[in-house]
């Protein structure tokens, strides 16, 4: 069964610094992964998907990922923290053997201090 | 905005009654999904339907049930509601396959008192 691990449960911020969230999946084949933001009162929108390729992705917002086999990681990283970034963020896992059912990790919440 | 539409977005039921949980795919979604997403945790995927049929179904008891339409939208029922039932139930919709990107409504918030 696949799983998805976010071992932050809430980061502290100041506005214009970076910003990494952690991510580490289980799985036994290649995963497709992504990345959801989720606002207050919100549903999900996506920043970014890894299905193949490249392992450095580029997605909205100015967020990037890179995905590590040998670490089973997809971390997500800005390079500078905007206070409209403080939301909860979601990485997930999905594969075609799991009938495209996406498994999401307990999230990350993100304050942005000025 | 996505184009998944959800309603209604707030709902309050007392345990043992029954929900139904309404949903609105995007424009060419043939695939809608249903996850439950309890206070403080991830959304956990409860099932998926494609072209009116179930497909894939995750840890959830019979008592919640589904349907899609000829339309693609979809409904999510659950019976005998229990006061752990309570979360954001969110909907997402796609083209189907796991590459095809899952487009969520801004969900349904359920309390069960």
């Known amino acids: 069964a696949q799983s998805v691990t976010q071992p932050d449960i809430h980061i502290t911020v100041s506005e214009g610094a970076s910003l990494e969230l952690r991510c580490n999946y289980s799985y036994g084949a290649t995963p497709y992964l992504f990345w959801y933001v989720q606002s207050p009162g919100q549903g999900l929108q996506l920043l970014l998907k890894?299905?193949?390729?490249?392992?450095l992705v580029q997605g909205i917002k100015g967020f990037e990922a890179e995905f590590k086999r040998s670490q089973s990681s997809f971390n997500l990283r800005k390079p500078s923290v905007h206070w409209s970034d403080a939301a909860e963020y979601f990485c997930?896992?999905?594969?075609?053997?799991?009938?495209?059912?996406?498994?999401f990790g307990g999230g990350t919440r993100v304050l942005v201090k000025p | 905005e996505t184009g998944v539409t959800q309603s209604p977005t707030h709902l309050i039921k007392t345990r043992g009654q029954q929900v139904t949980l309404r949903c609105s795919s995007q424009s060419g979604h043939n695939t809608v999904s249903w996850y439950q997403q309890a206070l403080g945790q991830g959304p956990q995927f409860i099932f998926q339907?494609?072209?009116?049929?179930?497909?894939g179904r995750g840890n959830f008891p019979p008592r919640f049930s589904g349907l899609q339409f000829p339309n693609y939208s979809s409904e999510l029922n659950v019976n005998a509601l229990e006061l752990d039932d309570s979360a954001l139930y969110l909907c997402?919709?796609?083209?189907?396959?796991?590459?095809?990107?899952?487009?969520f409504g801004a969900g349904t918030r359920l309390s069960v008192l």
């Open positions: 339907y494609y072209r009116e049929e179930e497909n």
């Open positions: 890894y299905f193949s390729g490249d392992t």
């Open positions: 997930a896992v999905g594969a075609v053997a799991a009938g495209n059912k996406l498994t």
């Open positions: 997402a919709s796609s083209s189907g396959g796991a590459k095809n990107i899952q487009y």
